[in-house]
């Protein structure tokens, strides 16, 4: 059974496996490239990686239209528990196994104050281990930190999400210092870039900088999809 991913711009992210929807960090009204709008985008599962605007995005209202369970660390479940809708709180270093797969936080050097002002915890990224065995990292908004040495040699991640832009998270010559040297996956698919000016890092960029590498770079266009 494979996983199907569909990039939507930014870090939205739409992931299918084993007949279930999950969306991460839905940032669709304001996303300058997004394909699709809120009122469209499916979802049985939404995965909040931070509380940040650009990230928590439209899933209050996916959330309540759709029905979908909410996924995020404790403080931010609960702030979406606040907002009228389902939610399942985790923390860092906690797995769970989901209809969808075993799910875990981990680290994540970033900030986490929700749109509101509310305190939305510890910014983190997410490991899923597929129920079919595929196991994927999703990095979220980070700067370089040595624990991606232990998720790689840990977790051994087929496949990583990893922010690229530079300014607010890894620019291209750290997320390839971390995927060559650290992380090691078999794929790659570089996220958070170009919605912004401050985000100035290209695919090109990382691809120059992985230089003669095992791991496939999957450069997508927002929209498009491909499955691993």
């Known amino acids: ?10 870090a939205a992210l739409g992931l299918e496996t084993s007949g279930y929807k999950i969306l991460v960090d839905p940032f669709f009204s304001g996303n300058p490239a997004a394909s699709i709008s809120a009122d469209k985008v499916p979802a049985d599962f ?11 995005g ?8 759709t029905g979908a369970l909410v996924i995020s660390n404790f403080e931010i479940a609960n702030w979406f528990e606040k907002q009228g809708t389902k939610s399942h709180g985790q923390h860092l270093g906690g797995g769970f196994k989901h209809p969808f797969g075993y799910l875990k936080l981990t680290l994540a050097l970033h900030g986490s104050g929700l749109p509101d002002g509310s305190y939305g915890g510890n910014p983190a990224g997410f490991l ?34 990893i922010p690229i832009g530079g ?13 060559n040297k650290w992380l090691k996956p078999k794929y790659a698919i570089p996220m958070h870039y170009g919605t912004n000016p401050f985000l100035k890092g290209t695919p090109k960029e990382y691809i120059e900088a992985l230089g003669n590498t095992d791991t496939k770079v999957l450069t997508l266009n927002p929209g498009e999809q491909v499955e691993f």
């Open 46 to 56: 939404i995965l909040i990686t931070h509380g940040h605007g650009d990230h928590v």
């Open 128 to 161: 899923l281990t597929t129920v079919d065995g595929q196991k994927l990292y999703i990095a979220g908004d980070t700067g370089l930190f040595g624990d991606m040495k232990l998720i790689g040699e840990y977790y051994k991640p087929d496949l990583i999400l």
């Open 1 to 10: 059974m494979s996983t199907t991913f569909t990039w939507y711009g930014h």
């Open 58 to 65: 439209d899933a209050v209202s996916i959330a309540k239209r």
């Open 167 to 179: 300014h607010f998270t890894m620019g291209p010559k750290d997320a390839a210092y971390a995927t």
